[in-house]
């Protein structure tokens, strides 16, 4: 089935660094690609995504871009700040018996320190 | 709209006790996820819902876990017996088409003692 697969954390960063999470992953189709984040005691929000190749998905300074020939979505940001520590997750819509469901990545934690 | 509603929050429960975890979606979404976190093994997909209909379970660790969804507006995961194992954290999240985005609740932290 597909997969991802997100750098290993923890991330961290003084603020104002400039941030890269990487993520690849494997699909027989065209899937939708996001990223989500999780701020501590919370649930995932949707952060940002991307439906099709060269797509740029862009929320809260944060960017990616669908890479088919790569099959990578990487979560960049150029500034980082001390309430961006979460742990931020790429995920992806499989396509398997007629329906789709959201695949995740293991989660990278970011911290982010003044 | 308020967003995945679940309840409870936290719940503190001993072995062989049987909890039952509930959510409610956003109104008008025809998919519902149940995921469980660990540190272990992370966000795992349990089982998700189409209009109310179980469409893959195959996360469903055991015959011990069982999910329902009587109605489009509710939904419960039951573990009946529960064991020291099943403490994670379970979240519930509804999308609205086959290709959106999922929306979470804030989910439910379990412990068993």
């Known amino acids: 089935g597909d997969s991802v697969t997100q750098m290993e954390g923890p991330v961290t960063l003084s603020e104002e660094a400039f941030l890269t999470i990487n993520c690849t992953y494997t699909?027989?189709?065209?899937?939708?690609l996001f990223w989500y984040v999780q701020y501590p005691g919370e649930g995932l929000q949707l952060l940002l995504k991307?439906?099709?190749?060269?797509d740029k998905g862009s929320n809260k300074g944060f960017e990616a871009t669908y890479r088919k020939e790569t099959t990578s979505f990487h979560l960049e940001k150029g500034s980082v700040q001390v309430s961006d520590s979460a742990v931020y997750f790429c995920a992806l819509n499989e396509w398997a018996g007629g329906y789709n469901k959201l695949i995740f990545g293991a989660g990278t934690r970011l911290a982010v320190h003044p | 709209d308020a967003g995945v509603i679940q309840s409870p929050r936290h719940e503190v429960t001993e072995m062989g006790q049987e909890v039952t975890l509930r959510c409610k979606p956003i109104s008008g979404h025809d998919y519902l996820f149940w995921y469980r976190q660990t540190m272990m093994r992370g966000l795992e997909l349990l089982i998700y819902f189409n209009n109310n209909v179980p469409i893959d379970d195959s996360g469903m660790p055991e015959d011990r876990f069982s999910a329902k969804m009587p109605n489009a507006s509710f939904s419960t995961l039951k573990i009946q017996p529960s064991e020291p194992r099943d403490s994670a954290v379970y979240f519930c999240?509804?999308?609205?088409?086959?290709?959106?985005?999922?929306?979470f609740g804030q989910g439910t932290r379990l412990t068993v003692v």
């Open positions: 699909a027989t189709g065209y899937p939708s």
């Open positions: 991307a439906t099709k190749a060269d």
């Open positions: 999240a509804s999308s609205l088409s086959s290709s959106g985005p999922a929306f």
